[in-house]
Structures are given as C-alpha cells and as structure tokens.
C-alpha cells in the first residue's frame, strides 16, 4: 500500500492540524468540512499558521507556496474518492463516527485505508461498518499535531500488517513517532493520563490543595510542562469527560469514572479554552 493522496474530515483544531502536518510532509491533502465556508476558513487559518512559521525563519516561502498547493478544501465527501488514506477527526461520538464511516465504505476506493484519529473509542465498532475491516485502523495524533511528535498506530484484531506498515511509514514521513498499540479503550497514552487527571479533581474536590497549588506541584515535583487543571482545559473538558466514560465503560475501573464535578462542569458549557471558561477562566 502506497500513500499519496490523503483525506482529512473535519475541521476543527485537530483536523486542521493533521491538514498541515500531511501537506508540510508533501502528501496531496483533501480537507471535507460539513460547509464550505468551514472548510475554506481552516485553510485561511492554514496560511497565517505557516506565515508565522515564514516569519520566524523556521519555513521557507517556496515550501510554504507548495504546502498551500497540495492542500484542497471541500463540502463534498465524495471528493475524498481517489484518497489513499482517509483520516475523520470528526465529534467523539461512536454513533456519528459508524454512521460517517458507513459512508465512507461506499465512497472510498477499495484499496483505501479508511481510520479514525479516535483518543478512546473502540476501533473495531468502526471497522465492522465496511466491508474493508483489514483496511481500518486508528491514527491517533495529538494536540496540537504540527508540534507534538506522538502519533499512535491502532490495530485491531482484524487490521491487516500491510495497512499498520502503510500508516506507520505515513506517519514517520510526517515526522512523527509512531508506535502500534492494541484497539483498547485509551490506547497507550490516555489509559495511563487520564486516571491521572481525574485523580487531580477528585484531590480539588476534598481539599487537598488548591487547583493552582496542585498544578505547581505537579510542574515543580514531576517537571510536567503544564500541571492537571491546566492540561484538562486544553484538552476540552468534554473530551476528558467523554474519554473517562469509555474508559470506564470497557474497563470498570473506579480510577476511570469521571470525577462529579467534571460532569457538571461540562454539563454548565465550563468546557476549557475553547469555550472561555474551564478550571481557568480565559475570557480575559
């Protein structure tokens, strides 16, 4: 299996991020957003991204020119067709993603992998909607994908080696560092962060220590970038919520319900940066 011609669905902060990284990478990259406007917006944020990166010396004019010429921007999911590699980065929700991927299985050339850049869900509920289930893995990269280096290949029972090897090797030509983990609810990386995280409320909650007490002494004591509440606001508390229920869900593990106050939060739109307000408040 040979990659050229890749397929990103969605154009949210994840989304965008793997466009870029493929097409730096030089893949030929279809952007499908729901609406065309969405879609040509995440190519103008495309090209501030890349002129900052111009200004700062860190990108030559000549490649950013080629990186904006190999990236398309569409509403048609039809245009995703001819792609070798299709990725959906779409809601965390396993309904919407098996409904997308029953489209894609009819859409999609029989040679293509089709994957899901899914943190938690099970990877196997989407593969049996095709009738190319050795053709379906997971490609989970991680926020924010031009800068961060992790990306983990998902096999399933049935994934074949020949489609792990196609997307691991898309993946080192992206620069990043794959490793290939078992189709289980948080991978590798979410099943070890998450209990983590949850942990950090639960300490807030029985006071512990103050959410800004307990964010320096995780930076300060384990030389964390960032500590807990501020790392749950980056990711968005919905998705912490909603990788914490699956993660319960498959393992009833009581380290992996979700903290009450987690789901009121969410439940009061507190969601993290990308609604203003979170443990933090970012309205200012």
């Known amino acids: 299996m040979t990659i050229k011609r890749v397929g990103v669905i969605g154009s949210g902060i994840m989304g965008s991020g793997i466009v870029e990284v493929a097409a730096k990478a030089g893949f030929d990259v279809v ?26 010396g860190r990108l030559s004019e000549e490649d950013r020119d080629a990186t904006l010429a190999r990236v398309t921007a569409t509403s048609d999911l039809h245009a995703l067709a001819d792609c070798d590699l299709v990725i959906e980065s779409v809601v965390e929700d396993l309904a919407t993603k098996q409904e997308l991927f ?37 490609v989970h990269f991680f926020n924010p994908a031009p800068m961060m280096s992790l990306v983990e290949v998902v096999r399933t029972l049935v994934t074949s080696d020949a489609a792990v090897e196609a997307v691991t090797e ?60 501020a790392l749950l606001d980056l990711v968005g508390l919905d998705t912490s919520l909603a990788i914490l229920d699956a993660l319960y869900e498959e393992f009833r593990d009581p380290n992996f319900a979700p903290a009450p106050r987690l789901r009121r ?4 739109g507190h969601l993290g940066r990308k609604s203003g307000e979170g443990f933090y408040d970012y309205s200012k």
């Not at 952007?31 to 111009?54: C, G, N, P």
């Not at 029953?102 to 999609?108: F, K, T």
């Not at 990877?123 to 893995?137: D, G, Q, S």
């Open 31 to 56: 952007l499908r957003s729901r609406r065309q406007e969405t879609a040509d917006a995440t190519i103008a944020a495309l090209e501030k991204s890349l002129a900052r990166q111009v200004d700062k």
């Open 170 to 229: 898309f993946a080192t030509a992206c620069g990043k560092d794959p490793v290939v983990v078992a189709d289980r609810a948080g991978f590798i990386v979410n099943a070890l962060l998450f209990p983590y995280l949850n942990n950090a409320i639960r300490m807030l909650e029985n006071g512990t220590a103050s959410m800004e007490d307990i964010d320096t002494a995780m930076k300060g004591g384990c030389n964390f970038p960032m500590g807990p509440f």
């Open 265 to 268: 939060m969410v439940a009061a």
């Open 102 to 138: 029953v489209e894609l299985n009819h859409i999609c050339k029989d040679s293509a992998i089709i994957a899901t850049n899914t943190s938690t869900l099970p990877v196997i509920e989407m593969a049996v909607k095709t009738h190319r289930p050795e053709n379906v893995c997971g």
